[in-house]
C-alpha cells in the first residue's frame, strides 16, 4: 500500500501526501510483520534512491514506480492513462 484516502469514515484526500502516508504507516503499525498487507518502499531522495529503484526494481519483477508530490492532495482521476 503506499496511500490512504480515508480514515474512520473521514475523507483525508486534501491534506498532503506526506501527511497521508504518515497515517498509513501508523494504521499498519498494529499489522502483524506476517500480514500480506505492507506499506511499499518510498523515498523522498528523487536524485539518487528513487533513480537507483528505477533501475534495479524491474529485474525483480516490479512493473513500475509510483511518484508523487509530498507536498500535494490526492486529485482523483488526475493520473489516468
Known sequence: MFDVLEVG???VLQRPLA????VLE???GSVP???LIVASMH?????????LRFEVLPAQGIEGLI???A???YLPGG???
Open 79 to 81: 493520473d489516468v492513462g
Open 9 to 11: 469514515g473521514v475523507e
Open 33 to 35: 510483520a506476517t500480514s
Open 26 to 28: 501508523d494504521l499498519l
Open 43 to 51: 523515498t523522498a531522495d528523487f536524485d539518487a534512491e528513487a533513480r
Open 67 to 69: 511518484v508523487k508530490a
Open 71 to 73: 507536498d500535494e492532495p
Open 19 to 22: 501527511e497521508r502516508r504518515q
